[in-house]
């Protein structure tokens, strides 16, 4: 009887700050999105990335430019489903090692992540869009 005690003590201790932290996480997470950076930063196996805006298309194979790209790409935090018609108007197809690809693009708010469409988070969908034209787009903005 006294050991169940010593444990309901112990756990009035420990309880409210572990459901403190799994809610405050959750709710995070909830208004700021899963950030994409994430899912690209640490794959290792990226081999090519194109990029498209604007109806200009480039096709990075040097691997700094590819870090750029996924860099950029990690800007994006995606939330809930949405229903979008249309295609992204900025664009990355990332293709790996193993001939498997991930295209990530915006549209407006919206997020293209893996074949679906998701709600970007804050003004994650404008930061890609600015983030790309300067990196990519402008002149200067990859090593020749």
Known sequence: MKQQSKWKKRMQFILP???SAAVTLLAFFMMQGIP???TLQRRTDLVSAVVWQDGKAVTLTKSGDI????EVAGVLARRFGATVEGEPDTCY????ADGSSLT????EGAIFYNGKWYQGAATTPQLFRDLTRVR???QGGLEE
Do not use: K, S
């Open 93 to 96: 197809e990332f293709g790996f």
């Open 136 to 138: 990519f787009f402008d």
């Open 67 to 70: 870090v750029l790209a996924a």
């Open 17 to 19: 700050p572990v459901v």
């Open 36 to 38: 994409m950076l994430r």
């Open 104 to 107: 990530v693009g915006v549209l």
